[in-house]
Nanobody
Framework: QVQLVESGGGLVQPGGSLRLSCAAS????????MGWYRQAPGKQRELVAT???????NYADSVKGRFTISIGDAKNTVYLQMNSLKPEDTAVYYCNANLRTTVPGPPLYWGQGTQVTVSS
């Protein structure tokens, strides 16, 4: 059993900042990548940023220069620092992890989502 638990969403004014966290726990052997996606009302889920554990990062063009993804020292937590937030960043943000578990199972897991609302 694997759980991804997100925190840090909320309401913020345009131009403000938020930091999202997502911790993975359970029967995990190795985590290969962690990332953040978002889904706005009436839109498809889209990639925000991903990180290869111990490797490179990747960002959607819409957030480059404003958002930063990072991995915690224990390698099971992913953060998303969001600066200069815009109303169009409003969405439910989901973290995911590509990992290997102690028993055979799917490689990709998702968190429950956390709401980010950017509004004055």
């Amino acid at each position: 059993q694997v759980q991804l638990v997100e925190s840090g969403g909320g309401l913020v004014q345009p131009g403000g900042s938020l930091r999202l966290s997502c911790a993975a726990s359970g029967s995990i052997v190795s985590i290969y990548t962690m990332g953040w996606y978002r889904q706005a009302p009436g839109k498809q889920r889209e990639l925000v940023a991903t990180a290869i554990i111990g490797g490179t990062t990747n960002y959607a063009d819409s957030v480059k220069g404003r958002f930063t993804i990072s991995i915690g020292d224990a390698k099971n937590t992913v953060y998303l620092q969001m600066n200069s937030l815009k109303p169009e960043d409003t969405a439910v943000y989901y973290c995911n992890a590509n990992l290997r578990t102690t028993v055979p199972g799917p490689p990709l897991y998702w968190g429950q989502g956390t709401q980010v609302t950017v509004s004055s």
